[in-house]
């Protein structure tokens, strides 16, 4: 059963960058999508950006320019760039392998204005 555990999450100031991390209990080349999602107080949790096993990438809206998904084979991890956070970014930030209904327990993101 493949698990999922976030990490680096926590507090940083409007304009700051953080990376998250995502750790696979399995190769992380054997799982074909890897996708970020957050969950905003008040709002629908919203899909950010997918990795798939080949290197393609894509992003959503809000995410694009700004946010950079990576994957790095040695370590089992994926890894989530965020740059020019402002305060709309703060939430809980869920590492997922969606194509096996599979999450994170998510770690949250406080963008201080």
């Known amino acids: 059963q493949v698990q999922l555990v976030e990490s680096g999450g926590g507090v940083v100031q409007s304009g700051g960058s953080l990376r998250l991390s995502c750790e696979t209990s399995?190769?992380?080349?054997?799982?074909?999508?890897i996708a970020w999602y957050r969950q905003i107080p008040g709002k629908q949790r919203e899909w950010l950006t997918s990795?798939?096993?080949?290197?393609?990438?894509n992003y959503a809206d809000s995410a694009k320019g700004r946010f950079t998904i990576s994957r790095d084979t040695a370590k089992n991890a994926a890894y989530l760039q965020m740059t020019r956070l402002i305060p709309e970014d703060t939430g809980v930030y869920y590492c997922?392998?969606?194509?096996?209904?599979?999450w994170g327990q998510g770690t949250q993101v406080t963008v201080s204005s």
């Open positions: 997922a392998a969606p194509y096996i209904d599979t």
């Open positions: 399995v190769s992380i080349s054997s799982v074909d999508v």
């Open positions: 990795s798939h096993k080949t290197g393609f990438t």
